[in-house]
């Protein structure tokens, strides 16, 4: 199973658009890696996140909702701060624009697919379950 904790945050003046924010490993380019629910809230505990509500668990991901007031966030690298092949490779936030319109007109979302998050589930795939 993967942990996936999520800061959904709606873009000011801009209707059905959000950015999402995901906590990831390996520079931001793969879920983390976790046995079940347990571990997923023992993860986020050690690092300070501030959980909202349940875990979401989709399939294999365990989506965590986090709290965008924590206190923690700011201690964290973001994805922009790294480069791609930067060793040793650290947990990121990476940012992601979701359409959250019934209909995504420009097919913006689509453009998620080819960005793996996991052997098989790509950001778009991964975003579509939590939305």
């Known amino acids: 199973m993967f942990v996936i904790p999520v800061l959904a945050v709606p873009l000011q003046n801009v209707i059905n658009i959000v950015q999402v924010w995901m906590f990831l490993e390996r520079n931001g380019t793969h879920a983390i890696e976790v046995e079940g629910v347990e571990d997923a809230l023992a993860f986020a505990e050690q690092n300070g996140f501030n959980i909202l509500g ?6 294999d991901i365990i989506f965590l909702l986090i709290d965008p007031k924590c206190k923690e966030l700011g201690s964290f690298y973001t994805w922009s701060e790294i480069t791609p092949s930067q060793q040793p490779m ?18 913006t979302n689509q453009y998620l ?18 939305f």
Not at 54 to 59: D, Q, T, Y
Not at 91 to 97: N, S, T
């Open 113 to 130: 697919n080819e960005i793996m998050l996991t052997k098989d589930r790509s950001v778009y795939n991964v975003i579509g379950s939590f």
């Open 54 to 59: 349940e875990p979401a668990v989709r399939g």
């Open 90 to 107: 650290k947990e990121v936030w990476r940012p992601f624009l979701w359409v959250k319109a019934a209909e995504d007109l420009w097919g």
